[in-house]
């Protein structure tokens, strides 16, 4: 099995998923700013030219939920309760309402003041970010209200779903975050922290891929 990776928060998710799992696997780092998301070897892989995507055997898959799905299915794992609908239900749930709006309105945080350093693109605007903190905080105050007595977000245990909704949110105070106000949110990512492969889910000593060596 083949995960290709960038240190970003989407591939986060299933590179600390893999390590919780104990799944073996070869950790392939794209170089981003070399352009590896957008060699034909990788487009051909994941005509969206981003990460993660993962090749195992003849399953090519991206889009970080639906592989952490794939991974917990091959792991025997209930992080996503692959024989129980009325649970897979309540993770969907989750996982609509981040990729709707929870990563919309905290992902814009996360690109200016991680994204931009990390990869020199620039300097910090924060001029946008203003505008989108009413937003946040509405939408915080719905997940606050409902991690409120709970440690996880859905099934009463660990699924997909905290990884999905955590990874964004999980540098909220280098990002700017406001979460001060939400206190089951900030206890709920203090907890994912305390999951080591969620805390250092990179692997170690990437092995830069030249571009050609990408599809192989
Ligand atoms: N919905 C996709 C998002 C994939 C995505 O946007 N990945 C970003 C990193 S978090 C990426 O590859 N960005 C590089 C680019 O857009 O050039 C998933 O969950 O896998």
Redesign the pocket.
Known sequence: MKIYW?K????R?VLALVKHLGIKADFIHVD?KAGG?KHPDYAALNP?????TLVDGDTVL????A?MAYLCIKAGSDMWPAHNPMEQVDVLRWLSWN?NHWLRAVGPFYFEHVIKPQFHFGETDRSQLAAMIPTVKTLAAVLDHHLDGKAFVACGRLTIADFQLGSMACDWQQSEVPLEDFPHVRRWLDGLMRIPAWADPWPVSPRETPLAALAE
Do not use: F
């Open positions: 960038i970003t928060q989407a591939p998710r981003l998301l969206n030219c981003k990460a993660p991206w889009e970080s939920s592989i990729d």
